[in-house]
């Protein structure tokens, strides 16, 4: 077991340009998660997948954000036109669905977004 | 809607002093716990969670964690400090929304631990 895999692990850009992240779950995870945290503060949730589906996205998911987990596998999250704002961490999370108690999830390393 | 509230954003203890870090929830239904912890620069590393059962909850590296109903609180404990417990914590409350389970997370508390 590997864990969590999340690349880059750091990117600086240029406001107005386009950055994708990527994220590797725990291989029987069926569940995935992505977070964003700026200084601070506690993770606030952006969007979640079950298998290769997209269940739920959070109103801070703006137009420009999208994300996707194309096989059920790795997900990547991108960002069009980046602005001094979209600046944080972003976390990414799986877990095994479970029927007895809610899932546990896993977090990978972060994703740390400059915008210059 | 459940939230999480954390107080206190930095607490600092001596080495071998008691860690307490404070979290109370809120929620309608009954809430689902976390404690996380947070390293410089990594991510997030589960400490510990309440579910059902027990209300005194064992984690990792000697911290345990009390759910207490009657005060809507979930304090993280450890009798003795370390210098390597030294990062931030974080609290969060399992949201159920249409069979999907996102975390609501508090804002932090950063330990530091003094020589």
Redesign the interface.
């Known amino acids: 077991d590997t864990g ?1 895999s ?1 690349d880059p692990r750091h990117k600086i850009t240029k406001r107005g340009q386009n950055v994708t992240f990527r994220c590797d779950p725990i291989s029987e995870h069926n ?1 995935l ?1 992505w ?1 964003r945290q700026t200084l ?6 952006l969007t ?1 997948f ?1 298998n290769e589906a997209q ?2 996205k959070s109103r801070l998911l703006s137009d420009r954000f999208s994300a996707e987990r194309p096989k059920g596998s790795f997900s990547t999250l991108e960002i069009q036109r980046t602005e001094q704002g979209d600046s944080a961490m972003y ?1 990414c ?1 799986s ?1 095994l669905a479970g029927w007895a ?10 994703t ?1 977004l400059t915008v210059l | 809607a459940q939230s999480v509230t954390q107080l206190g954003s930095h607490v600092s203890v001596s080495e071998g002093a008691l860690v307490l870090l404070r979290c109370n929830y809120s929620s309608s239904v009954p809430p689902y716990l976390f404690w996380y912890v947070q390293y410089p620069n990594q991510g997030l590393q589960l400490l510990l969670k309440y579910t059902t059962g027990a209300t005194l909850v064992k984690g990792i590296n000697g911290f345990e964690a009390e759910f207490k109903k009657s005060e809507t609180s979930f304090h993280l404990t450890k009798p003795s400090a370390h210098m390597s417990d030294a990062a931030e914590y974080f609290c969060a409350v399992s949201v159920t929304t249409s069979g999907t389970y996102k975390y609501i997370f508090g804002t932090g508390t950063r330990l530091k631990v003094l020589a």
């Open positions: 969590v999340q569940r998660y977070y601070g503060q506690g993770p606030e949730f979640y079950q269940l739920e976390l999370a877990s108690s809610p899932d546990t999830q896993y977090f990978g390393p972060g740390r």
